[in-house]
């Protein structure tokens, strides 16, 4: 079965040409640039699309798809996400990692207890945050950097996590 990577969700229209603008949800935008389809998942349904244009406004990406002619057509595509597939996305750079990756990894400590499961990624700007759910306990927010995530093994699922003084393990 083929994964797919979301890399943006259409949010609106853009003119009465068929353009539309996307939310991007992808660190580098200009990836959109470089690719000459994507596959749009709208109404439970995934279609590969050519695009023919992309620009770039304030903070979103507008893009022009193949048979999309005007803004009534556009409409349609609200709330739509637009996917790649798994080879079609940018490599990780060391020490990187996709958030679909992390997602249910068990959390332990160094000396191998387990703290938790990994169930979310905050996007704060300075560093992300990692939420991890715990049994019978609070969520634990470990910020994702060096000195606290000593570890991360996709393979088997596991990261290693030395939990800050101050925040409760």
């Not at 990780?92 to 191998?112: F, H, Q, S």
């Not at 634990?140 to 093994?153: E, M, Q, W, Y």
């Amino acid at each position: 079965m083929e994964k797919y990577f979301v890399i943006g969700q259409i949010v609106n229209t853009q003119g009465i040409k068929g353009e539309m603008r996307v939310v991007p949800s992808t660190d580098d935008i200009t990836r959109f640039e470089r690719l000459d389809y994507v596959y749009v998942e709208r109404r439970g349904e995934l279609a590969k699309m050519n695009i023919t244009s992309v620009r770039y406004h304030k903070q979103f990406v507008l893009i022009k798809l193949e048979g999309v002619n005007d803004m009534t057509a556009a409409e349609g595509f609200k709330g739509a996400y637009l996917k790649v597939t798994e080879d079609m996305a940018i490599p990780c750079a060391e020490n990187e990692y996709y958030i679909r990756d992390l997602l249910g990894m068990t959390v332990k400590t160094p000396e191998n207890e387990v703290i938790g499961t990994l169930s979310d990624v905050i996007e704060t700007g300075a560093n992300d945050v990692y939420v991890v759910k715990r049994e019978g306990k609070k969520d634990l927010l470990l910020p994702a950097i060096k000195s606290c995530i000593t570890n991360v093994d996709v393979e088997n699922n596991v990261m290693l996590a030395v939990v800050p003084e101050g925040l409760e393990p």
